[in-house]
């Protein structure tokens, strides 16, 4: 049986590794993508403390080796199940199944799509959900991001950079995204701020060709050329496999607060996936400490091999 598997090999679930392997614990992460987790997609990095303009590709690198180099064990598979009835914590996933005397969960959340007709079609084919991924693509071109959050603006800062236009749609008329993101975007002459506008539909052939916009301030509905859409309205939790195990708020985030405990012994969350108020690089590595902390004291007063 391992000590503590951490799923999700983000922020929160590295730095949740760190510690537990600092406390003597034997951690395995599992990850189904690429560690990191969100902020992989981020150019630069200004808000954590001691570190500034490092990519979020770096850093999540550099999180990843420091996790492996104190020994914790990083697995590339999804944990499609989980039984936390027992004392022993099972996890199911695509490579085999597992047990572990603590379970800290950091499945972080997925991004949000905008439901509008086309996008589904489009995926992949000029509709993106990733600039620093994707935008080299439409090199260029013309492009739009749709947002008013940090994500949005850092999208369209990096693709004011390789890009000949953008258009940043956003539904309402003000902004979430901090002011010198902000400023900075109005600032650059390629980028249009189309405010109080929804995208309706996505339209194409073989690829992404324009979009309909629609105000929602008159209601008039507009069609505007371009090759890609930039979707970056947000985060949805994926928290299906612990319904009915794990408390759940109303919008499917879990119930817990900065303890990371869950009211289920042995087992915490950690990172974006629990209800918060700011969701950041630096609340989620505090959160990880948090977990794996709980989950060593936990396993100090339960285990006594
Ligand atoms: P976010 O902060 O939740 O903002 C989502 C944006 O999308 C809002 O402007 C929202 O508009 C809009 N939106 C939501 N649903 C929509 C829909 N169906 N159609 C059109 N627009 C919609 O999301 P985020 O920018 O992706 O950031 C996610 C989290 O990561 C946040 O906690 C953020 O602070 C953090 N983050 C931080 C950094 C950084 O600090 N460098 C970078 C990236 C992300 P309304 O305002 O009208 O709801």
Redesign the pocket.
């Known amino acids: 049986m391992k000590d503590i598997i951490i799923i999700g090999a983000g922020t929160a679930g590295l730095t949740a590794a760190i510690y537990g392997q600092r406390a003597g614990l034997s951690c395995t992460v599992f990850e189904k993508y690429a560690p990191g987790g969100?902020i992989v997609n981020?150019p630069s990095?200004?808000?954590y403390p001691g570190m500034y303009g490092v990519s979020g590709y770096d850093y999540s690198m550099a999180l990843f080796e420091q996790a492996q180099k104190l020994g914790a064990e990083v697995q590339f598979a999804e944990v499609t199940g989980i039984d936390f009835s027992g004392k022993a914590k099972k996890v199911f996933t695509t490579a085999g199944d597992f047990e572990a005397k603590a379970v800290i969960v950091a499945n972080g959340a997925a991004r949000?799509k905008?439901?509008c007709k086309g996008e589904e079609e489009f995926e992949g084919r000029g509709v993106s959900y990733c600039a620093t991924c994707d935008g080299n693509f439409f090199r260029g071109k013309t492009v739009a991001v749709?947002?008013?959050?940090?994500?949005?603006f850092?999208e369209t800062e990096y693709l004011s950079e390789i890009c000949d236009k953008v258009y940043l749609i956003?539904?309402?008329d003000s902004?979430?995204?901090a002011k010198t993101a902000v400023d900075s975007v109005l600032k650059k002459k390629n980028v249009t701020v189309l405010k109080n506008s929804?995208i309706e539909e996505i339209k194409g052939a073989n690829a992404v060709s324009s979009i309909v916009l629609k105000n929602r301030g008159n209601g008039s509905s507009a069609e505007i050329p371009l090759s890609a859409v930039f979707v970056?309205?947000?985060?949805i939790p994926d928290n299906k496999i612990y319904e009915g195990v794990l408390k759940l708020d109303e919008r499917g985030y879990f119930d817990s607060g900065e303890d990371c405990l869950t009211g289920c012994e042995g087992v915490f969350v950690a990172g974006d996936t629990r209800k918060k108020v700011?969701?950041?690089l630096v609340t989620a590595a505090s959160d990880g400490a948090a977990a794996a902390n709980a989950a060593a004291n936990y396993i100090r007063k339960n285990f006594n091999d």
């Open positions: 969100q981020s990095i200004e808000n949000r905008i439901g749709v947002g008013g959050g940090e994500s949005a850092e956003h539904r309402r902004f979430t995204a929804v970056a309205i947000g985060l700011l969701r950041q």
